[in-house]
C-alpha cells in the first residue's frame, strides 16, 4: 500500500507541476489526489472506525488553517476594495526593478516575523498589483516574496506554523530562537536579493493609479480607516493567541467580524447598490476560492501520508542513514520544499524528546531555520508559495526554473552562517 500511496502522490503533484501545458486547474489535481489517497487508506484497513477518526483529526487541523486563509484574504480584500493600499502604493514611486525588488522583499521579511508568512505573502502581492503592470514583473517579485516571507517567518516564534510548533512544544523560546536566527534568515533573503542586483535590469511598469468608481466614493478618512483596522486585526492574531491560547484562525475570525461591523457602520447611510460594493459578501466572492480549494487538496494529500506512517518512515531513515545532526536538519529542509513542513517538522518532534535534545539545543533552532526556509525552494514546499501560485498563477516550471536555485543559494548560505554561528560562539 506504502508504494502505491506514493505513487498516486507523486503524480499527482506531476499534474500539478504540469498544470499549464495540461490546461487543467491545478485544484482539481490536488482535491483528486487527496481523496484518492485517503480511499487507498480506508480500502485496506480492516477496521474502517480508525481511519475515519484520524481523517478528522486531520480535516480539523487543516480546517483551522482554511479559515485562517479565507480570513486574511476577505480582510485584504476589504482593504482593497475601499482603495486602503494606495495610501501605501502612492508613497513607493521607486521604478527601478533591483530597488524595487529590495524595498518589497526587505518589507516582506519583516512583517513575516510579526504576523505570518502565509499572511504577509497574501499582503505584499496584493500590493505588489498596484505597483507593477506587467504579469511578468509581477511573478519574479511574487517569488522573491515568498523567500522574503518565509525567512522573515523562521526567526520568529509565530512567522510560521512550524516555528510556534516548536514554541508551544518548548523546543525554543522566542527570546533565543529570535537571536541566533535573525542573521542566517536575513541571509538566506540577501544572497538571491544581490544575485538579481547584478542580472535584474530595467524598470517596472507602474500599474494604473486609477481604480474603480467605487473606490473614488469612498471618503479619505474611511479609507484610512480600513487600512489601519484591517492591518491591527492582521497584527492582533498573534496577540490573541498568546493570551486565549485559542488557534490563530480564532483570532483571525474574530478580526474578521469587527471588520464585518465596521464597514457597515461606515457605509450604514449609502445607497444599497454601494454599500455592497464595500461589504464582507462581496469581498468574499472577490477572494480566489480555487486557490482555497488547492490549498485543502494539498494539505489533505500530506494528511494522509502521515497517517500512513511515511512521512515519520522517512524522518525515522534519515536518523539511521545520516550520522550528523546538521546533515538530517539539511536533508529536511530540502525535504520541505516537496512535502508540507509542518507534518515533517511534526513527525521530528516525534522522534526526538526532550531529554535528548532539551530546549533551545542546536538541533531545534536548527531544523525551525531549515524546515521554515527550505519550503521556498518549490513554490509547492511552504503556505506562502501555495497562496502566491493561487493569487498569481505561478506555474511550477517557470518558479522551479526561475527562482528556485536563488532560493536554494540562500538556503544554504543562511545554513553556512547558522552553522559558523554555533562555532564561533558555542551558543
Known amino acids: 500500500m506504502t508504494i502505491l500511496l506514493i505513487l498516486v502522490f507523486v503524480l499527482g503533484y506531476a499534474a500539478i507541476a504540469f498544470e499549464h501545458p495540461l490546461k487543467i486547474d491545478k485544484a482539481a489535481f490536488a482535491l483528486i489526489t487527496g481523496v484518492i489517497l485517503w480511499t487507498i487508506i480506508i480500502t485496506g484497513a480492516p477496521d474502517k472506525h480508525p481511519v475515519l477518526d484520524e481523517l478528522s483529526h486531520h480535516l480539523g487541523e487543516l480546517s483551522g488553517i482554511l479559515f485562517f486563509l479565507l480570513g486574511a484574504m476577505t480582510i485584504v480584500e476589504l482593504i482593497d476594495a475601499h482603495g486602503g493600499f494606495t495610501i501605501i502604493t502612492s508613497r513607493i514611486n521607486q521604478t527601478n526593478k533591483v530597488k524595487l525588488l529590495w524595498t518589497v522583499s526587505l518589507i516582506a521579511f519583516f512583517l513575516s516575523a510579526v504576523l505570518d508568512n502565509l499572511t504577509t505573502t497574501i499582503v505584499m502581492v496584493s500590493l505588489i498589483r498596484k505597483l507593477i503592470r506587467n504579469p511578468a514583473d509581477r511573478l519574479f517579485f511574487a517569488g522573491m516574496i515568498v523567500i522574503a516571507a518565509n525567512a522573515g517567518g523562521a526567526w520568529s516564534p ?102 464585518w461591523i465596521l464597514t457597515e457602520i461606515l ?14 459578501a462581496h469581498a468574499l466572492r472577490r477572494t480566489d476560492t480555487p486557490s482555497i480549494l488547492f490549498f485543502l487538496g494539498i494539505l489533505i494529500s500530506i494528511a494522509a501520508l502521515d497517517s500512513a506512517g511515511i512521512l515519520a518512515s522517512a524522518a525515522t ?80 516550471l517557470w518558479y522551479l526554473k526561475k527562482i528556485s536555485l536563488l532560493a536554494l543559494l540562500g538556503y544554504f548560505a543562511g545554513a553556512g552562517v547558522y552553522l559558523l554561528e554555533e562555532v564561533l560562539f558555542h551558543m
Open 158 to 259: 509565530i512567522g510560521d506554523v512550524t516555528t510556534t510548533m516548536l514554541w508551544i512544544g518548548n523546543q525554543i523560546t522566542p527570546f533565543n530562537i529570535t537571536t541566533r536566527l535573525f542573521l542566517p534568515s536575513l541571509v538566506s533573503l540577501v544572497v538571491p536579493l544581490l544575485f538579481l542586483s547584478f542580472t535584474l535590469k530595467g524598470k517596472v511598469e507602474p500599474a494604473s493609479r486609477k481604480s474603480d468608481d467605487a473606490e473614488y466614493s469612498v471618503r479619505p478618512i474611511c479609507r484610512k480607516i480600513i487600512l489601519f483596522s484591517g492591518i491591527g486585526m492582521l497584527l492582533m492574531v498573534p496577540v490573541f493567541k498568546t493570551i486565549t491560547h485559542l488557534p490563530p484562525y480564532m483570532g483571525m475570525l474574530i478580526g474578521l467580524g469587527l471588520l
Open 317 to 396: 531513515w534519515l536518523s539511521q542513514t545520516i550520522p550528523s545532526l546538521s546533515a538530517i536538519v539539511l536533508s529536511i529542509g530540502l525535504l520541505s520544499a516537496i512535502v508540507d513542513n509542518v507534518p515533517l517538522v511534526a513527525a521530528t518532534m516525534g522522534m526526538y524528546d526532550l531529554s535528548q535534545f532539551p530546549t533551545d539545543h542546536f538541533f531545534w533552532e536548527f531544523l525551525a531555520y531549515a524546515a521554515g526556509t527550505g519550503g521556498s525552494i518549490l513554490i509547492i514546499g511552504s503556505a506562502a508559495g501555495v497562496a502566491a501560485m493561487g493569487m498569481e498563477k505561478i506555474n511550477f
Open 267 to 280: 457605509h450604514k447611510d449609502q445607497d444599497e447598490e454601494v454599500k455592497h460594493s464595500f461589504s464582507v
